[in-house]
C-alpha cells in the first residue's frame, strides 16, 4: 500500500531495505507523503527554523523535514540541529504516527493557517534560507549577494561562505553569468 501510493520508496530498484534503521529524514518524508496521500491538513504551529545542520539534509527531504518543523510534527534533536542521518527510535515514531493521528482528526480552525503536504513544497524557501545561512541581513555584502542570487547568479551553490576565498574560475563563472544576462 505504501509504495503503491507514493508514501515509500524503496532504497534500490528491487530491494525495500524492511531491516535497515529509518532515518530522521526518511521519517519526516513518509510522514508528509502519508499526509498528502490521506488528505490530512497540518496546521501551521511555527515558522520554518534552519537546524544548523540543514546543508546536510539531503535534497529528495528538504521540503519535508521544512513541513513537519513547522508542524511540530518533528523537532530538532538539540544544539539547533535536527540529525538528518540519524535514527528514529521506536518511542520517536510512535510519537511521529501519534501527532499525525492528532492532526488527522482535529477540524482545522477557520482561517487557521495550514501547512503544504505537496511535495517540494517548501524546497524554494529551504535553499533559498540554506544559502543564506552564514549571511546575516546586517552584513555590508548583503544586498549584492541578494540581488545576484535572485537573478539566479548562485544556482550551483547550496550554501555561500561570505568568507571563503573566490575562484579565478569561479569569478569568470560569475562574470560569464552576468555575460547571458545583460
Known amino acids: 500500500w505504501a509504495a503503491e501510493n507514493g508514501v515509500t520508496e524503496g532504497v534500490s530498484d528491487t530491494e525495500f531495505g524492511r531491516d535497515r534503521v529509518l532515518s530522521r529524514q526518511e521519517g519526516a518524508v513518509f510522514v508528509i507523503r502519508m499526509a498528502h496521500v490521506c488528505g490530512i491538513s497540518l496546521p501551521k504551529a511555527a515558522d520554518m527554523t534552519m537546524f544548523r545542520d540543514a546543508a546536510d539534509i539531503s535534497a529528495f527531504a528538504r521540503s519535508s523535514v521544512t513541513a513537519c518543523q513547522m508542524a511540530k510534527l518533528l523537532s530538532g534533536k538539540?544544539?539547533?540541529?535536527?540529525?538528518?542521518?540519524?535514527?528514529?527510535?521506536?518511542?520517536?515514531?510512535?510519537?511521529?504516527?501519534?501527532?499525525?493521528?492528532?492532526a488527522a482528526v482535529k477540524d482545522p480552525v477557520s482561517g487557521e493557517e495550514m501547512i503544504s503536504t505537496?511535495?517540494?513544497?517548501?524546497?524554494?524557501?529551504?535553499?533559498?534560507?540554506?544559502?543564506?545561512?552564514?549571511?546575516?541581513e546586517t552584513s555590508w555584502a548583503y544586498q549584492y549577494i541578494k540581488t545576484l542570487y535572485d537573478m539566479g547568479m548562485y544556482v550551483e551553490i547550496s550554501a555561500f561562505d561570505p568568507t571563503a576565498n573566490t575562484t579565478r574560475l569561479g569569478f569568470v563563472k560569475m562574470l560569464y553569468e552576468l555575460h547571458i544576462i545583460l
Open 78 to 102: 538539540g544544539g539547533g540541529k535536527f540529525d538528518p542521518s540519524g535514527v528514529i527510535t521506536n518511542e520517536e515514531a510512535a510519537a511521529l504516527v501519534y501527532r499525525l493521528y492528532g
Open 118 to 136: 505537496e511535495p517540494d513544497a517548501y524546497e524554494d524557501e529551504f535553499s533559498q534560507k540554506l544559502f543564506f545561512l552564514k549571511v546575516p
